[in-house]
Structure formats: structure tokens, C-alpha cells
């Protein structure tokens, strides 16, 4: 898991930072490039939302059962089976 997770994590970091610094240059070096503080804005503020999100599910215990869903809908199931036999 740690390896699919690094695997699709890194590159993902990696092409984020890149887009970040492409347009903080933008709007440093060019006159014409004032339109790059709307991407701006947005990737930050798109970052900070979704990691808000990620630290709001792990303080509320949604990562602690992960399985657990899937075998109570499992044993759910079974008891219908049996109740229409």
C-alpha cells in the first residue's frame, strides 16, 4: 500500500509543485502575466481544502475500520438470504 501510495503521490507532488512554480514565475517575470493569480489562488486554495478534508476524516475515525463496512454489509446480506428462504 505504502508503494501504490508513493508510486501515485510523488509524481502527483512533483507536477503540482512544478504547475505552482510555472506560474508563480509567470507572474513575477511578465507585465502580461497578472492573469496567472487566479491559478494561483485556485491551487492553493484547492491544496488547503482537500487537505482541511483529509484532517477533518482522520480526527473523526474514518480510516480506523476500513474493513468494517464491507463485513457488515456482508453479514446484512446474509440474514435477507435467509429470511426469504
Not at 512554480?21 to 502580461?32: C, H, I, K
Not at 486554495?45 to 463496512?69: K, Q, S, T, V
Request: with cysteine.
Amino acid at each position: 500500500m505504502l508503494l501504490l501510495a508513493l508510486v501515485i503521490l510523488v509524481p502527483s507532488c512533483l507536477g503540482f509543485a512544478n504547475k505552482f512554480f510555472e506560474f508563480v514565475m509567470l507572474f513575477r517575470g511578465d507585465a502580461d502575466g497578472a492573469f496567472a493569480i487566479t491559478p494561483i489562488l485556485n491551487y492553493l486554495l484547492a491544496g488547503f481544502g482537500f487537505l482541511l478534508m483529509f484532517f477533518w476524516a482522520a480526527m473523526n475515525g474514518m480510516f480506523h475500520d476500513i474493513e468494517g463496512p464491507k463485513h457488515q454489509h456482508l453479514e446484512r446480506e446474509k440474514m435477507l438470504d435467509r429470511g426469504r428462504g
